[in-house]
């Protein structure tokens, strides 16, 4: 069956499916109602006021254009047996008109506007809502219809009956294995999608979206297990084991005991490398924990049996970073840590890779440039990929094929909501370090204004004598770097006269990585009082002896980002402030950002709060987080499904790891397809 197939379809219906993605009849099935209208709980006009927002459903008394010019606009009246009412459009008035026609029976969906004695809606949502044969009696279904088809309208009712028809003609094969659409209360494929389309009561739907919400996370599950399930198959991974060099870094180097929670995740990790199996675990811990102590242990068990480590960072700031630290923990130890970044020359590159390759670098430090195919390492044994959220699912793969089947440490501040980690880290083992280093003040946070100024500079002023440091933080400003840049130079240029005795720092993403590096180490040295910075410093920076923050626009940066930059200080024994500066004007939304700041220093619970107010693709940003992209399921809304699937999904390959099993067959099928289209589900047509 084919769309020319259906009835009444014509050659502009057809380009604008086509137009909006609908190239075939499967596209349409899975074309779900964005919303219903249930006839039987509409309102009479006459009950209806002021500011509701509601559904009315009437009968065309009359369509007129009124006013000239500009202000022509388009006022169609509706009648509904208790009281009038009046859609008002001002814009495509002609492809409006010629759709209202006197007698018809439609729907508005808007908010009330009173004038007077009379109501109005300007440009409600309408739909037929009878048109001769009506495919359902009961909830009338609203397609994406009236924002995709543009130019030809296509009713609600038409795309309706169209579906109504194919589920009638079509044959559908059922591909779930009987006994888990007995065991998880799922409709047959048909049924679901008929409670979608043509439900009688308003709990229909949401019983047929459930199967389709569960096929989607169920395949993506599998796939994620059997990833996971080959790379332990065919990657035995190398034994490791502790010995002298971690012993030393212990006992001899080390300043400080490990936490219980630095402990635990050693032992997780010790259990992993000496298991026969190749590694891959998450270690999530709040900014501060102490996440680069437990890379560094686990690297040194690379050595300590004869391979190398590399430690992967999201930024040049931090790769930078973490190559100082490396280099002051085990240079006392004769062990050889080499830098490899993008913006490095090309003599000093040439001469990394050459140490890479022939093993005389035992650790490596570095950007993406550490992934690049021109890296050959000698014998790696461990990765450790810090500040994950970063880097996608792909890009941990790719570093998992280079050559030798390292293990992986994967690094996490994101305090990820479960319910995100387990979509996202679902190939990975978790361990999750709780608390933070003992004797760490908690950081007193504060909402501050213009007029403030003089009293929090003067409070500068002190904190430093005493022998602190500051970080002033500036946002970017709508991704332009030259604005950004404004911004933080012309603060820079203030708080220099400001403080003429002390001595203030700048660095910012367009600076060159050997000036940025010389300004990071001025200050980490304690010679830079002040810092100012764009938000290149928002992950994993480590100034112990920072005690404030001044968080400049603090309305313009999200919840977690906030949480990140704050992390930055409250890293050694010192007090610390996170000053954030904001306008008194200011949304609601950026008020209850700041508030929870001012509440809370807890990542989990601010990641709980901005994952309501942002939805799972912006709050990990949907281009870098790798998080595959659902069409029906919501990883939040739907996590107990989530749990279900990936349990299900364990237990099918763990007993049928080739999908063989007859009853798999139907699955094994989509599940190729699924697998190949690269993770991207369209609905199985
Ligand atoms: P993150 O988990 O954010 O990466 P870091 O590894 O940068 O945290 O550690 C933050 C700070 O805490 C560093 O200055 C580090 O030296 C210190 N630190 C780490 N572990 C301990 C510990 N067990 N006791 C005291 N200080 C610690
Ligand atoms: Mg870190």
Redesign the pocket.
């Known amino acids: 069956m084919q769309l020319n197939d259906l009835p009444r379809m014509t050659p502009p219906r057809l380009k604008a499916l086509r137009d909006s993605g609908v190239d075939g009849i499967g596209d349409l099935l899975y074309l779900f109602p964005r919303r219903y209208i249930d006839r039987s709980t509409v309102l009479p006009i006459r009950e209806i006021s002021s500011g509701q927002t509601v559904t009315v459903i009437g009968r065309i008394l009359q369509a007129e254009e009124a006013g000239f010019g500009r202000n022509k606009r388009l006022h169609v009246t509706i009648f509904d047996g208790t009281g009038r009412l009046e859609g008002v459009w001002f814009k495509g008035l002609k492809f409006f008109k010629k759709r209202f026609k006197p007698g018809k029976v439609v729907s508005f969906y808007g908010t009330v506007k009173q004038f007077g004695t009379s109501l109005s809606m300007s440009h409600p949502d309408v739909e037929d809502i009878e048109d001769g044969d009506t495919a359902g009696r009961g909830l009338v279904p609203v397609y994406p219809s009236t924002n995709f088809f543009k130019t030809t309208y296509i009713s609600s009712l038409t795309i309706q009956r169209w579906i109504a028809q194919i589920l009638q003609r079509q044959r559908f094969e059922e591909y779930l294995p009987d006994y888990m659409l007995r065991d998880y209360r799922l409709p047959q494929r048909r049924d679901a999608l008929t409670s979608i389309h043509i439900p009688e009561h308003i709990g229909q739907p949401a019983a047929g979206l459930r199967r389709f919400k569960f096929e989607e996370l169920l395949l993506f599950q599998l796939s994620m297990q059997q990833l996971r399930q080959t790379r332990i198959e065919q990657n035995p991974g190398a034994m490791l084991e502790s010995g002298d060099l971690t012993r030393d870094f212990v006992t001899r180097v080390?300043?400080?005991?490990?936490?219980e929670g630095?402990l635990r995740a050693v032992h997780d990790i010790v259990q992993d490398i000496s298991s026969g199996k190749q590694m891959n675990r998450l270690i999530q811990?709040?900014?501060?924990?102490?996440?680069?102590?437990?890379?560094v242990l686990a690297l040194l068990m690379a050595l300590d049996s004869g391979y190398q480590g590399a430690m992967m960072a999201p930024t040049e700031i931090l790769a930078e970073q973490h190559y100082h630290?490396l280099t002051e923990y085990l240079t006392p130890l004769n062990i050889r840590v080499r830098l490899l970044t993008g913006n490095q020359n090309t003599a000093l590159r040439r001469d990394v890779l050459t140490d890479i390759e022939g093993g005389k670098a035992q650790i490596v430090v570095g950007t993406h440039a550490l992934i690049q195919d021109k890296v050959r390492f000698h014998r790696l044994g461990m990765v450790v990929i810090?500040?994950q959220h970063r880097f996608g699912v792909m890009q941990r793969s790719n570093l998992l094929s280079k050559g030798t089947h390292p293990h992986v440490l994967v690094?996490s501040?994101t305090p990820i909501p479960r319910s995100l980690a387990m979509t996202l880290y679902s190939d990975l083992d978790v361990t999750l370090?709780k608390g933070?280093?003992?004797?760490?003040k908690p950081i007193s946070t504060v909402v501050r204004f213009d007029k403030n100024r003089p009293d929090i500079y003067r409070f500068v002023h002190g904190e430093i004598t005493k022998g602190g440091q500051v970080y002033v933080v500036f946002p970017l400003v709508e991704e332009s770097e030259s604005l950004d840049l404004k911004d933080a130079t012309m603060g820079f240029e203030q708080l220099r006269d400001l403080f003429p005795d002390f001595q203030v720092g700048l660095i910012h993403g367009r600076m060159k990585s050997t000036e940025k590096d010389l300004v990071m180490q001025a200050f980490a040295s304690g010679s830079l009082h002040i810092l100012v910075s764009t938000t290149v410093i928002e992950v994993?920076?480590?100034?112990?002896n920072a005690s404030v923050m001044i968080i400049e626009h603090a309305e313009r940066f999200g919840l977690s980002q906030l949480h990140q930059l704050r992390?930055r200080i409250g890293?050694?024994s010192r007090k610390s402030y996170c000053i954030l500066m904001t306008d008194v004007k200011r949304s609601k939304e950026a008020r209850f950002r700041l508030e929870t700041m001012s509440k809370t220093q807890d990542g989990f619970e601010i990641a709980e709060a901005d994952l309501k107010l942002r939805g799972p693709g912006d709050f990990l940003g949907t281009k870098q987080s790798g998080l595959p992209s659902f069409r029906f399921a919501d990883i939040i809304e739907d996590q107990p499904i989530v749990e279900e699937t990936r349990d299900l999904a364990r237990k099918i390959l763990r007993e049928d790891p080739g999908l063989e099993h007859p009853e798999h067959q139907g699955l094994s099928h989509v599940f190729r397809r699924y697998f190949d289209s690269k993770s991207h589900y369209f609905g199985m047509g």
């Open positions: 080390l300043p400080f005991k490990l936490t630095q811990g709040d900014v501060g924990s102490g996440k680069t102590v437990v890379a630290t810090d500040e690094m501040a370090i933070l280093p003992a004797g760490r994993g920076v480590n100034v112990p992390g890293r050694g």
